[in-house]
């Protein structure tokens, strides 16, 4: 944006002074960026300073790019023309570019996992979490959806400027003042998208390295700032190394594999613990609620010990009396705790034997347990519906899931797994012999088809956990093996190079982690071995 509203003057010295880098595989070139270096490291000094300075900065750049977007939406409207979306102009490339599209570009919707891992630092997180995922996600869908509206309205599709199209669109019709407005609104829309990449990252990496798989001084933290500064210093650098180098479309291909992987994973763990036996649920569940009684390392630590302990289970954050660091917003409790049970009830803990069957105020069965989609199809089967369960194999209401059942599930999830994979494969790379009905082609989509169905089937016979947690995904099965297979055929649509890179990157990932762990037994070792002799002595 700023080569832009220079003439791209910026772009031509660099390339004149120092030289152009391969686009990695895709033939195009593109010049080492040492203002995206720049930018990178003042976001990352922005967000080492603080949760509470970084909220603010973030909070200043969406209110101007929230105007820009509603005086793009006003001015806009005064250039739109139907002709541009008639005479095969709407969807040119069909749907398969649409899907095509959205798997280059899924990378608009990364930024929300920056919510959940804010957990440690949220007040309410049983509520606040869900509720701005919701908000931030219809507030992010409108606002691309109205912009791509305006823009292919505006220009034709072959006409839009690939560099900076939301600039120039008002530039091919005489508007030369909205240009520069577009231009802040612009730069603050993708300094929160950096700010919203290298937020998360940093304490992604002190959890792992609190888990034993990162090298154990990633998890420091700063008694000044109460964050993780090894660990944005880190992803920082990294990031402005990689914004340096490496071209805008191979990047965005890479965030896009990388989301879409981790969204699948999350569909399949969903699967796979709902309908686990209530033991390795009961331990799933525990480990989370004590985990903050574990001694931690760091100042994080000692403040949160301070902030809990003068308090019973179950009470809310009261004030900063007891919070020695200053950090008004420390949970009063761990938060795995405020994550799993609830904060407003005394007696609701997860060490009770019937944690989350029953109502812990009357002590009666939770019949609310049953969601609002069975009960809607009750009422619309009526007295059939118990006889369709019974013929159907469904479970009842009191099965409860074993170790069997529970091996039955991963066995099919994992199947469902790969049939999906080869499915989308299939429908991807064999579309033409499909859309031409050759017999053998449509034979095998239907006889996929049907064993996916049947997975699926077998998977809804098999008894649910009844323990219940605040938010739980809804219509399981379905959701999850639905998002699964729309995760696993836009993961299929995106290049080739793409998914080499992607395999290295696990490989090196996997290299490090292993390391990382034998390197740690190393230590423990060669500890016994000078701490035993000195025991006998």
């Known amino acids: 944006m700023f080569d832009s509203l220079a003439n791209h003057t910026i772009s031509h010295w660099m390339i004149e002074?120092?030289?152009?880098l391969n686009g990695l595989g895709k033939g195009e070139e593109s010049y080492p960026d040492l203002l995206a270096l720049v930018i990178a490291v003042i976001v990352t000094i922005i967000v080492a300073l603080g949760v509470k300075n970084s909220v603010g900065f973030n909070n200043v750049l969406n209110v101007i790019n929230l105007a820009v977007w509603v005086f793009i939406m006003i001015a806009g409207l005064f250039f739109?023309?139907?002709?541009?979306?008639?005479?095969g102009n709407f969807l040119p490339y069909g749907w398969s570019g649409v899907l095509k599209g959205a798997a280059t570009c899924f990378y608009a919707f990364i930024g929300f996992d920056i919510i959940a891992t804010t957990g440690e630092e949220a007040k309410s997180p049983n509520t606040s979490i869900p509720?701005?995922?919701?908000?931030?996600?219809?507030?992010?869908?409108?606002?691309?959806?109205?912009?791509?509206?305006?823009?292919?309205?505006?220009?034709p599709y072959n006409m839009i400027d690939t560099e900076s199209p939301l600039m120039e669109m008002f530039v091919a019709h005489g508007f030369y003042v909205a240009k520069f407005?577009?231009?802040?609104?612009?730069v603050a829309g993708l300094t929160v998208s950096l700010f919203g990449s290298l937020f998360p990252m940093p304490r992604v990496i002190y959890a792992m390295s609190g888990d034993g798989l990162l090298f154990r001084f990633l998890s420091h933290v700063s008694s000044y700032t109460e964050t993780p500064v090894v660990a944005c210093i880190v992803s920082g650098f990294l990031a402005a190394l990689l914004s340096l180098l490496v071209s805008l479309r191979d990047l965005i291909e890479m965030m896009s594999i990388g989301t879409l992987l981790a969204y699948t994973l999350v569909s399949v763990c969903v699967l796979l613990l709902r309908y686990q036996p209530e033991s390795d649920i009961d331990g799933f569940v525990k480990f989370l609620s004590e985990e903050h009684t574990k001694k931690k390392e760091g100042i994080l630590a000692d403040c949160e010990k301070e902030a809990c302990s003068p308090m019973s289970d179950g009470e809310e954050f009261s004030g900063p009396a007891t919070n020695i660091?200053?950090?008004?917003?420390?949970?009063?409790l761990g938060d795995n705790e405020m994550l799993i049970g609830k904060s407003d009830k005394a007696n609701y803990n997860v060490n009770h034997p019937n944690y989350g069957t029953v109502d812990m105020t009357s002590g009666i069965e939770a019949d609310g347990s049953e969601n609002i989609y069975l009960f809607k199809l009750k009422k619309f089967i009526g007295p059939r519906y118990y006889t369709m369960r019974i013929r159907l194999g469904l479970p009842g209401k009191m099965d409860r899931p074993t170790v069997a059942t529970g091996r039955t599930v991963t066995i099919c999830v994992m199947l469902l797994f790969v049939l999906l994979f080869i499915f989308c494969s299939f429908i991807i790379f064999g579309a033409d012999y499909v859309y031409d009905q050759v017999w053998w082609?449509?034979?095998?989509?239907?006889?996929?088809?049907?064993?996916?169905?049947?997975?699926?089937?077998?998977?809804?016979?098999?008894?649910?956990?009844?323990?219940?947690?605040p938010y739980m995904a809804?219509?399981?099965?379905?959701?999850?093996?639905?998002?699964?297979?729309?995760n696993i055929y836009l993961m299929l649509k995106l290049s080739a190079i793409t998914w080499i890179r992607f395999a290295v990157w696990c490989f090196v990932g996997k290299f490090f982690s292993a390391f990382n762990i034998l390197l740690m037994y190393t230590f423990e070792y060669i500890a016994l071995f000078y701490l035993i002799p000195s025991c006998y002595q």
């Open 131 to 155: 509720y701005a995922i919701t908000a931030s996600l219809i507030t992010c869908l409108t606002a691309y959806v109205s912009v791509s509206v305006i823009l292919t309205l505006m220009v």
């Open 325 to 332: 660091c200053g950090a008004k917003n420390l949970p009063s």
């Open 181 to 186: 407005i577009v231009a802040i609104g612009s």
């Open 17 to 20: 002074s120092v030289g152009t």
């Open 80 to 87: 739109v023309s139907g002709k541009n979306w008639s005479e």
């Open 474 to 486: 809804p219509c399981v099965p379905f959701v999850p093996a639905f998002a699964m297979m729309v």
């Open 441 to 469: 082609a449509v034979l095998l989509v239907i006889l996929m088809v049907l064993l996916i169905l049947a997975l699926v089937f077998v998977i809804l016979q098999q008894p649910e956990n009844p323990k219940k947690l």
